[in-house]
């Protein structure tokens, strides 16, 4: 019997709701608000909309012609976004093509409504599914469904921070779960010491990707246990501990169960490398082959991306206090008659010392081929933290390359936004090459820009003024004083500063002079407005003190009309601050600023960047889009540890530039109007930071970037590595050996130099005991510190057998010089064409 046709939408209107694609599309909003208003307002979560609307209440919906027509355009929409030509699609199909990627992350932001997120790794992985979604690159991503996440903060009525942990039941929220294949809920196992941890699986829809989350919060586990996956960045190390087991272990043994094509695991911080064992450990299983040939086969097919800029921020475990690794993966490690110190060396920077903690970035960098910072100058601070792991080797060769991170721009431009970009550039402009975007920004009038940025600005203030009001029924005696009708003025330049409360983000920076900020403030000619936002996390309490003294000015009676504090930072309200917002004030310590994605978001919404040059910043920053604080330069290498005396000069320094860039810059740019109309230098640099930087800093050339230069390469190897039954992983296990072995049997002779037409003829003998000249490669290499120069390598030509001497040989290279011969030095490395160098071996030899 068919079903009646209401019934059929209301399928229909579910499967809309299922899919995350709604977050990015707005033509969905206006058909969710017509359906029960109060509810998509505050909550903005179709799936819980729609479980909640009353039957009678949908029937009436579905009745109005009007409606019904929107919910068919919205259904043709999903449809044709999921038909349509793809990126990929144009891609040549070879060995190189990774069949599927698997994107493993402790947090994703997606949504408001599925709030498995802390920060900017959740917000960067959650952009990545959905660039990934838009270009059609084959990737799946695995995370953990956790029951009460990251914590929500409130101020209290002392103006200080509280916090919440509020339960999310699964049945609200945009997942479903996965069906095993005799139709329950698909349960992966985990050994755990003495027990079995059943971990249930969820799958969220992200446009054309899989997300699938893990979940221990099973009636089949203890009550302990059920708790592994509670909370999001728990103090508890052993907590911490299970739940990088459940994603790594778990997730591959759901990419398994699931029987995914995975060639390519992409690891997405420190969290998840215990993919690396598992995958290896799978390897094993399939092959016959032992660890370390299998050790081989999946490092070649796994990418690590690296977010900490500090050491002090790698997950570490003591192996004295509690001993979790080797507790928990003792269990894990038995089938397969393997001893748990062998995978715990891989942790620790001195395998031999069972003493040293066990570190899960080590074991990351270790089970990778390839390694990516997350900047251009995060991966030069990478270098420097992983060099202990590349002994003897220039810091600049240490094998961490970058790829800057960028923001899906879909998800955070305004409606305003999304009608200007598509009336100037098309409606599928994020879904392939971005190359041609800037032509269309350029072509259009300043009258529309500067139009288009009012627009934001007014709508950010409805919304601040009702989140205000919101805020204040919501905690009695929070901001009570103050009117929210009367907050900002939408004619006013409006300043945001949003982020998390912690040391190295200086959120007190602008708060260094109270009188200098409030005359800012109240410049009765040239006004500024500023809306702050920020949790600290649970345990800081230095970071909970910022707050409180950003809520108490901003609760002053000369300024509260001027500037507030919103509670509860979020995905929501992120979106409505990098829309409307003139200005985007980021203040860190540098180099503490990996890459700090939030000022990206603003960019294709017309905002513009007031920052220091850390991270991504100091890529884009080129003084026609935006402003810089200071120099950006830092001290102590990249401890990050620096004097109070230190720190509090660059303070000083800095919150003084800061309040010169505002006072003598961009408040008078932003007022200048020589025509009396419009500001045409603030409209210039909107232009050009539109046009230019929001392109290249999105997700689209991010994801592409990974894909070219990280995906098919290691697909490549990986696919040649594991044929023949793992042939070529136990050939290189093998090399590995035989240099380690004899590579103390390598030693040179006297660097000889001679002037020629040409340059400079070096020439240098190398004696190579038992190892043969083709295992190797033989180098001149010139330092170019001190000098203003980049440092020199070119391979040298082996010429003559040394006469009389076994395995000696003559290596020569011409050059022209730029420095002295004294400065050049011949050295030996290890040469494989079928291994990533020195990142899988970084064996090394100088001439003394």
């Avoid at 599927?100 to 992985?125: Q, V």
């Avoid at 320094?653 to 419009?678: C, H, K, M």
Wanted: net charge negative.
């Amino acid at each position: 019997m068919a079903s009646p046709p209401n019934a059929l939408m209301r399928q229909k209107l579910e499967q809309l709701s299922l899919d995350l694609f709604w977050s990015w599309s707005h033509a969905g909003d206006a058909v969710w608000r017509q359906l029960d208003q109060a509810v998509w307002d505050r909550t903005e979560n179709p799936r819980f909309l729609l479980q909640q609307l009353p039957a009678d209440r949908l029937e009436a919906c579905l009745s109005d012609p009007a409606l019904l027509q929107d919910v068919n355009a919205l259904i043709q929409e999903r449809q044709r976004y999921r038909d349509r030509q793809l990126w990929t699609d144009n891609l040549p199909k070879d060995l190189r093509t990774p069949r599927s990627i698997a994107y493993f992350s402790m947090e994703f932001g997606l949504s408001e409504a599925l709030p498995l997120y802390a920060g900017g790794l959740g917000m960067l992985a959650g952009d990545y599914l959905k660039a990934a979604s838009d270009l059609g690159v084959p990737a799946v991503g695995i995370g953990l469904l956790y029951q009460e996440g990251y914590c929500r903060q409130f101020i209290d009525a002392a103006g200080q921070q509280a916090e919440a942990f509020p339960y999310s039941e699964p049945a609200y929220l945009p997942i479903e779960p996965v069906p095993s294949p005799n139709g329950n809920h698909l349960r992966i196992q985990l050994e755990l010491p003495g027990r079995l941890l059943s971990i249930r699986v969820w799958q969220a829809t992200v446009g054309r990707v899989k997300l699938y989350l893990l979940d221990s919060n099973d009636l089949l586990n203890s009550a302990t246990d059920r708790g592994i996956t509670a909370k999001l960045y728990t103090n508890d190390p052993e907590t911490r501990f299970l739940q990088e087991l459940v994603l790594g272990i778990g997730g591959w043994r759901l990419i398994e169960t699931l029987n995914l094509p995975i060639d390519v695991c992409h690891l997405n911080e420190g969290h998840t490398a215990m993919v690396v064992l598992a995958r290896t450990l799978s390897i094993m299983a399939r092959t016959g082959r032992s660890f370390w040939p299998a050790f081989w086969i999946a490092r070649a097919g796994t990418i690590f991306t690296t977010h900490t800029p500090v050491s002090a921020g790698f997950d570490r475990y003591s192996p004295v206090e509690v001993p979790l690794p080797t507790n928990y993966i003792r269990d894990i490690l038995k089938r397969y008659d393997i001893e748990a110190d062998l995978v715990l060396a891989l942790g620790r920077l001195n395998p031999s010392d069972t003493s040293e903690p066990f570190n899960m970035t080590w074991l990351a960098v270790r089970g990778s081929a390839m390694i990516n910072g997350v900047s251009q100058r995060h991966a030069h601070v990478s270098q420097q933290l992983f060099a202990p792991l590349y002994p003897r080797w220039p810091t600049e060769e240490v094998p961490v390359s970058h790829v800057t991170n960028g923001v899906h721009t879909p998800s955070w431009d305004s409606k305003w936004a999304d009608d200007l970009w598509t009336c100037a550039c098309g409606k599928s402009r994020w879904c392939g090459t971005t190359e041609e975007l800037p032509v269309g920004i350029e072509n259009l009038s300043d009258q529309v820009l500067w139009t288009f940025r009012a627009q934001q600005r007014s709508d950010l203030i409805v919304k601040l003024r009702r989140r205000l009001e919101a805020q204040q029924k919501t905690h009695a005696g929070t901001r009570s004083h103050v009117d929210p009708d009367t907050l900002f003025d939408p004619n006013v330049l409006t300043l945001g500063f949003a982020r998390r409360f912690t040391d190295y983000k200086r959120a007190g920076l602008l708060l260094s002079d109270h009188a200098r900020l409030k005359r800012l403030l109240n410049n009765p000619n040239r006004p500024v407005q500023i809306v702050v936002a920020g949790k600290a996390h649970s345990n800081d309490p230095q970071g909970k003190q910022l707050v409180a003294e950003w809520v108490a000015f901003t609760q002053q009676p000369d300024v509260s009309h001027r500037a507030v504090f919103l509670e509860d930072y979020d995905i929501r309200l992120a979106q409505d601050l990098v829309a409307g917002v003139d200005v985007w004030i980021n203040t860190p310590r540098p180099p503490m600023e990996a890459c700090g994605t939030s000022g990206m978001k603003t960019l294709v919404n017309g905002g513009l960047n007031l920052s220091v040059p850390d991270g991504w910043w100091a890529e884009a920053h080129n003084g026609k889009s935006g402003w810089a604080i200071g120099t950006g330069a830092w001290t102590n290498g990249v401890s990050g540890v620096l004097s109070e005396a230190e720190k509090n000069s660059r303070d000083t320094a800095d919150a003084e530039a800061l309040y010169q860039v505002l006072e003598n810059e961009i408040v008078p740019e932003f007022y200048e109007r020589p025509d009396g109309a419009l500001p045409d230098a603030w409209v210039a640099r909107v232009r050009t930071s539109m046009a230019n930087l929001a392109p290249h800093f999105s997700a689209n050339r991010m994801v592409r970037e990974y894909y070219n230069s990280y995906y098919c390469p290691a697909a490549a190897a990986y696919h040649t590595r594991q044929k023949e039954g793992g042939k070529l992983g136990q050939t290189l296990e093998d090399w590995k050996n035989f240099l380690v072995r004899h590579w103390n049997q390598i030693h040179f002779g006297t660097l000889e130099s001679e002037p020629c037409v040409r340059g400079v003829a070096f020439s240098v003998q190398v004696y190579l005991g038992e190892i043969s000249p083709d295992e190797i490669r033989v180098e001149l290499y010139a330092d170019g510190a001190g000098t203003g120069s980049s440092p020199f390598r070119k391979i040298m030509t082996r010429a003559d057998n040394l006469p009389g001497a076994e395995h000696g040989y003559i290596y020569q290279l011409t050059i022209p010089i730029d420095r002295p011969p004294s400065a050049y030095t011949p050295r030996v490395i290890a040469h494989n064409e079928h291994a990533f160098l020195p990142a899988e071996l970084p064996l090394i030899r100088w001439q003394h």
